[in-house]
């Protein structure tokens, strides 16, 4: 997980407003079939939205640190019930954050 500064953090929210949920996290939670594929997608995309459905038991912001945790990425956003993570692809690089100023 990187810290993202306030800057890189609304970029990247700006970048994720269009994405459609390409996950769904239902009662069954964060099962590691769940994160691992989370996982794969993060490095094909990058940048990738969840949806927590109803029927799940688990807070959205926990679930988020948990996924996060597990997939080693970083939160950009929990609204509702919509999860945006971030993870820099080794091999297909395509976001460039802007600096930060650390």
């Known amino acids: 997980m990187i810290d993202l500064s ?7 929210r700006s970048m994720s407003h269009d994405l459609d949920p390409i996950f769904q ?3 069954n939670g964060a099962t590691p079939e769940l ?3 989370i996982s794969e997608a ?3 995309r990058e940048l990738i939205k969840l949806n927590v459905l109803k029927n799940c038991a688990d ?3 926990e679930l988020a640190e948990l996924i996060a945790g597990r997939s080693r990425s970083t939160i950009v956003q929990v ?3 919509k999860i ?4 820099e692809s080794k091999d297909n690089k395509e976001i460039e954050l802007p600096k ?3």
């Open 6 to 12: 306030s800057k890189q953090r609304a970029f990247l």
């Open 25 to 27: 996290v239902g009662k």
């Open 35 to 37: 994160v691992e594929a």
């Open 42 to 44: 993060l490095e094909k």
């Open 59 to 61: 807070e959205p912001r």
């Open 79 to 81: 609204m509702g019930k």
């Open 84 to 87: 945006t993570l971030y993870r």
């Open 100 to 102: 930060s100023k650390k």
